[in-house]
Structure formats: structure tokens, C-alpha cells
């Protein structure tokens, strides 16, 4: 690297991640930093988020990072900037402190809000007010079940940031709520961008909590004087990025229109969750993408991503998380190798089925869901391994199908982005199960996302479509062409009946 660096800090569920991005020869170039792992907290009943680790783990890549690059003649840190998963947050007090811990949207207590809720509002209120899919992970229910609990937090609160806002604050003092990541909370208007009073009032939530959200690409300040101390990083700007990580993945899908009203091609921003979904200049709050249960949630420059969350490979990573605490780690390419090896389609998980978002085993889980479903209850490693691939692959064939008559538009290519992308078996199955091309990479969207963002915002780049046309340009991708179609026919009518 040389010339302007831009520091992205990538936090995903289940690792974190500092990241140096710039430009090299005229093509995007990143640089892993520093790498940690993360992961939620069980306290008693409740399951939290290690923020402190987190923060510790940010200020050493930074550290790292302000040292490699004072070595590089011509390199400066121009921006820094951090990017989360959505729903989570914060709750700061009058004394500009951190009122209690910060919880993990897998928390056992949220269970229940929903319903809850929809008690006190319905479900088409709520719909129209956010366009947001209903999941009890979202930050409403969330602060119901905050406020049901008396949590010391909650009472004594005097704004409300999201998962990155916390970080941005911890590194610049400033207290920001950044819009893509706002409009996950399910509290937020995706026509006009404002907070809406009418949720906010209906469920008491104190209206000063809820700043107007800034949009992503603003400089918000400069890294506070005792951080700068710790990192090295004096007088760096905090450039806020599109904060919702799959917000910054949706960036950098390698497609050369920006958010066209008539989509061709789609996105799966693949990791522990899968996100499947188009780009579109507006929202489409229609009573058809309520009963579909999609998402409208913000995206870059006024854009919306139409999406649904689709449970990822959560389920693969618990099984092995399952296998470890029984005493076997396969590495994530042998447990690819014998799902390969598998027979097909003999058992089929829904990754979406509720008893799989937070199970104390995932092994023994899903042996209870086949055995509720009727179907044999796996002995063998591999159909494990299989079944939660092919499980996406079918959930993913659905959706698209929805995703086609939402936008009333066919659909030709699939792109996939994220750590997902890499899994080759699971990107055939993709294409496959979906008749459809795939294209695969980058890898490292979300990041590079973050970085191409801070690009706008400190002038280095205008436009998004010169933004991707860049990303084209860096990162090779990989297609893949459907095969075998119709061997998917019967086990998805199959797994309809799940
Ligand atoms: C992906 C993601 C999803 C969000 C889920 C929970 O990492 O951000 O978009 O629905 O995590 O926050």
C-alpha cells in the first residue's frame, strides 16, 4: 500500500477482524491486520456479547496497523472506520457511560416479545411504519424484553447506539447512530429515513434516545486523544461506514448497475447468516412482501435492500462446535469433503426452523427435529454436514422464486458475496437448486465495503457505480453454471411439507 490507507474494523458473530485498505496500481488492495475470534457470552440465563474483548482486540490491530504503515514511505491513515452485524446496541447514560452489558440478539429473553408486541401494535402497523421482516431478534423486541426485565440499563439510558455506533463512540467520543444500521431496529421509517414517533410512542421508548441517523460515509470526529495514545492513530477522522455488515457486503456485489427497478440479479451475502436479496431505488411496502416476510432495510445513498434473512451457516458452524465439544475438530474443508462424499437429499433442515437459533447442542438439535419431521435421524457426520448445506441451497431456491414475484422481475444471475462464497460445494448446490448462474466472490465484501465507503467519505471516490466498477476491476470472481436441476424437484416439494 501507499497514499491514502483507510482502516476498516470488521466485526462479524463469530470473528472480528482490522483490515488495511487502499488503492495499489489503480485496484483496491486489503491487508489483514489483525484477526479474533468472537463469540456470545453465556452469564446465568443471558447470553452477551463480549464488548470489552472486542474493544481490546480493536485497539491492538489498530496499534498494529498505525506501526505497519508509519513504515511505508508514502502510506497515511486517512480514516478509520468499524462495520457490525445489525440489531444490537448500546445504552449510554448521562454520564456518558456504558449503562449494562451488551447483549446478543440470540438471547433466550427475547422470546416472546413478538408476540408480545403485536398485542400492542399489529402486525400491519408495524409493517407499514418500518418495512422490516418480523424476527424477534430486532432491536424492538429487544427493548421490550429490556424494559419487561427493569434492566438497570434501560432505566437510567440517554441514547441508544448500535452495535458500531458503541465502537464509534469508544473511538471518537461521539455519540452517532448510523442509518443502515439503524434501519434493522425495526423502529425506523425506510421511506423518509426518520425514527417513527408513532412506534416510539406506542411502546414508550423515549424519543431522545433516537438521534436522527447519520448517513454512512460521514466524518464524525477524529479518534479521541487517550485512544490516539493506545493506537497511534492521532488525529485520525472516524468515518462512519455503511455499519450493517451485509449494508457494506451489498456494496460491493460486483454488478455494474446501482439500484436498478428492475432487478436481473440478486444477492446472498453469505456467512453465519445469509442475506438474499435485490438492491432497489425505493422501499416496497406491499402487503405481498408482508406476507413473504421480506426486509426493506437501508442501504448505501437512499438505496434499499429487499431481503431475507436466511438462517446461514450458522448451523454448519454449530455442528462442528457440537463435534469439538465431543472431542473431534474437522476442519471446515473435510467437513466440505464428506458432504460431498454424502448421499444426497437424506434429511432435510430447515435452517430457518426456530429450535436452531440459539441450541445448547446443534448435533443433538437437529437429531430431534428429523425425529419430529419423520425423517431417519442421522448417524453419519457426513449427512450432517450435507443437510445443512443443501438446507440453504433449498431455502435459497424459495426465495428466489418470492424474490421474483416481488419485484416482478426475473432474476438470471445470483451473486454471492462473503465467506460463503468460498464454499464451492455449497455454490454448485446454489446454482443448481436454483437453475441459476452464480457468481461467486469477493470474498472479503463486507470489508471491503467499509473501506470503499470511507473512500466516498473522504473524497477519494463519488459514486457508488465508480465504486464497483473498481471492485470488478480488484477481486476475480468465480461462476458457476447449473447441472442437475431437476434432481432438486423432489426434495424441495418435499421440504415445502417440512
Ligand atoms: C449479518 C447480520 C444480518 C442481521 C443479523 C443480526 O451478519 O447483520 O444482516 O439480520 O446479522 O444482526
Redesign the pocket.
Known sequence: LDGPVHLAVDL??SSGRVIAGGLRDGKIHLTEIWRFENQPVRMQQDLLWNHLGLWQNITHGLRLAADRIANIPGANIESVGVDT????FGLLDDRNQLVGPVRC?RDPRNQGQLQAALKKVSREEIFAETGLQF?E?NTLYQLLAAAQAGDVGYRNATSLVMMADLFHWMLSGERTIEATNAS?SQLLSPVNGTWSTKLLDAFNLPAAWFPPPTPAGTKIGVVQKSVAEVTGLHDVPVVVPAT???ASAVLSVPASEFAPARPDWCYI?S???S?MGVELPEPKITPLCAELNFTNEGGVHGSTRLLK?IGGLWVFQQIRAALQRRGTAPSWAEMVEQAALAPAFSLLVNPDDGALLAPTDMIDEIGALAERTGQPVPTDNGVLFRAALEGLALRYRHTLGSLERLTESSISTIHIVGGGSLNELLCQMTADACNRTVVAGPVEATAIGNVVMQMIGTGHLHLIEEARELIRKSFPTKTYTPQNTHVWDEPAARFATL
Open positions: 462479524g458473530a452485524w445489525g440489531v444490537d440478539y424476527m431478534i434493522t450493517h455488515d451485509t451475502s456467512g453465519t447468516w442475506l434473512n
